[in-house]
């Protein structure tokens, strides 16, 4: 090659270099970035004594960036002012408003609040624990948190920590102490004082750390925890009820109805009239439970004195005196509303289960229009034995058991039982009941159209509206399409209820102290078995004080072989012996 055209393709390679390394390239990446920030340095040290500053730093080994910090960072004992918090490319720093309380072990948890800069990487476990004093507390608790109803581990929430010494409990003031729940449901505390201490759990919602019962779960330790050594094991179990006080808002005529509105649930209520010979008026509660409605079913004109008192689901109670007074209003009257329950037969053990509610009291019925139609030839009467009222009259159930026999079909009869065997002639009332059978072997009836039926003005209300007419169709269970599920309890309390929870967390049926029995007749589906022990053999389980420190009695749930609560029951099953042991 000569010279000139050695020159020339030395020219056309250096521009084509040139051209490949002027065109821009997307990278062709690596492996994604799986490793958390690394802490190099602190400014305290992990476990350093005699700290004095106001400011804390951590340098990392990567670049950055903070994640929610005043959620997310657990200071430990409560700091009593505030703090800000920032970050520089691998630093964080935090400036505390006060002084640190002299001769005090603190713990700054970060959690989820440091992340590096593209995958949002969090160390794990990332805490820092030092002493302004010249010793380091190191007393620890660790336990779970769960549900009380069904069991499931409860994350997220607040466990906090009182002295028991002090006044400031949950309801008036943020805890010394607190941690949070992981997603077991699985809490620590570290670096903890030695004392005694009331223990606490709280879903925290509006981030107050204090107790709002009213729209917040809890739990708590009923007895407080004396902290000499570490504690393992401290289990809570988070309930919602309101506990604030029952208190009675406002009592004034409201149309042809005299009304008293409680702040809460009222579950029941008695009065008594300040005159002992004034007539007796009958009330009933609204449907949520926060009203309490006189009916002037005597004619009042002048006021009644009274004395109400009212109780909440934990029994305290609130004592008031209220003069009824009914005014006179062409206002309409409240309609009168009824429901009812479904019906579901079944064929081998059939039996009546059907509860109405009535939105006001029931001041009478007419038996002759309420029985349970078999089909178009039979029918069963409902009496006042198959019926059970509540106090106000406002709900009733109907429990009737049935006859077998009522739901078999009738087929055709035959000749083959008299006249073949015992070599007897029909006689004329047989043959006619023979002929009549001859014409078709189909069944004379079939319980395809099974319902209660109550008929127009059945009910009649205190204010003497008529109930219309109601058909309440029944519905058959398949044996094919429903199973079973065996239970043996081995246990030496004596009162129990043992229930059937469904998928949703609804109870589906119970039974009471019963050893070794069946739910029968039951969908498929997934089901828990939950057990609330009567520990005071009074019929209710009792949800427990948190005021008076009073837990709920015991609930235990069925566990597995394999260590689930939860049981897949199939169609056409039998499933079990399931057996419960607490």
């Known amino acids: 090659m000569s010279l000139k055209n050695r020159i020339l393709t030395l020219l056309c390679i250096t521009a084509a270099c040139i051209s490949s390394c002027a065109n821009k390239t997307s990278p062709t990446g690596g492996p994604k970035d799986e490793d958390a920030p690394v802490l190099l340095t602190s400014s305290p040290l992990h476990e350093e004594l005699n700290f004095d500053k106001t400011i804390l730093t951590l340098e990392f080994d990567e670049y950055i960036k903070l994640n929610n910090p005043k959620e997310e960072i657990i200071i430990t004992p409560r700091l009593l002012g505030e703090y800000d918090i920032d970050y520089k490319k691998n630093k964080v720093i935090l400036r505390l408003e006060d002084t640190l309380q002299t001769n005090t072990t603190y713990t700054f948890s970060f959690r989820e609040s440091i992340q590096d800069l593209n995958e949002s990487n969090s160390p794990t476990n990332l805490q820092i624990a030092f002493s302004t004093g010249d010793y380091l507390d190191s007393l620890s608790i660790t336990g779970r948190v769960n549900n009380l109803m069904d069991n499931k581990p409860a994350k997220d929430v607040t466990l906090s920590l009182y002295a028991t010494a002090d006044t400031l409990d949950l309801f008036n003031s943020p805890p010394i102490y607190y941690t949070k729940s992981n997603d077991k449901g699985v809490y620590t505390f ?6 005694e201490y009331n223990v606490f759990a709280l879903k925290d919602n509006n981030k107050n750390l204090k107790l709002e019962s009213k729209t917040e779960s809890y739990g708590y ?57 004034s007539p007796e008026i009958l009330s009933s509660f609204s ?28 029994n305290y109670s609130t004592i008031d005196t209220v003069y009824v007074k009914f005014i ?30 009535f939105s006001k009291p029931v001041y009478t019925i007419n038996f002759d229009s309420l029985y349970f139609q078999i089909d178009s030839i039979q029918r069963v009467s409902i009496d006042t034995n198959d019926l059970n009222w509540n106090e106000r009259h406002t709900s009733l159930t109907i429990t009737k058991t049935l006859d077998p026999l009522l739901f078999q079909e009738q087929q055709a009869q035959t000749t083959t039982a008299d006249s073949l065997i015992n070599n007897k002639k029909p006689n ?17 009836r079939k319980n395809n159209d099974t319902r209660l039926y109550f008929g127009k003005s059945t009910f009649l209300s205190i204010e003497q509206d008529s109930s219309s007419l109601h058909k309440v169709k029944s519905s058959f269970t398949n044996p094919k399409t429903t199973g079973s599920i065996l239970i043996k309890v081995e246990t030496a309390e004596n009162s129990f209820y043992v229930q059937l929870i469904d998928s949703n967390g609804e109870l589906v049926t119970q039974e009471y102290n019963k050893k070794e029995f069946s739910f029968d007749n039951t969908a498929p589906g997934k089901y828990t078995i939950r057990i609330l022990v009567d520990s005071n053999n009074n019929k209710i389980w009792d949800i427990g004080d948190i005021i008076k420190s009073r ?7 069925y ?16 499933l079990g012996p399931n057996i419960i042991k607490f």
């Open 221 to 277: 330790v009923e007895n407080s925890v004396l902290l000499d050594s570490n504690i393992v094991s401290l289990n809570l179990s988070l309930l919602r009820l309101d506990v604030t006080p029952l208190n009675l808002q406002s009592n004034r005529t409201r149309g042809h109805y005299f009304v008293l509105k409680y702040n809460k649930f009222v579950s029941s209520y008695i009065h008594k009239n300040l005159d002992s010979d």
């Open 287 to 314: 449907e949520d439970h926060k009203e309490i409605v006189y009916y002037n079913n005597t004619g009042l004109v002048d006021s009644l004195g009274i004395i109400l008192t009212a109780y909440d689901t934990i």
């Open 428 to 444: 004329i009332s047989n043959e006619q009941q023979l002929g009549s059978s001859l014409k078709s072997d189909k069944p004379q």
């Open 328 to 357: 006179e209003t062409k206002r309409d009257k409240a309609n009168f509303e009824i429901k009812y329950s479904s019906l579901t037969i079944d064929k081998e053990h059939p039996r009546i289960d059907s509860e109405i509610t």
């Open 559 to 574: 566990v597995s072989d394999e260590g689930s609560t939860e049981i897949t029951l199939r169609a056409n099953w039998v």
């Open 190 to 195: 570290n670096n903890l004082k030695n004392g």
């Open 551 to 557: 837990l709920p009695e015991p609930i235990f749930f």
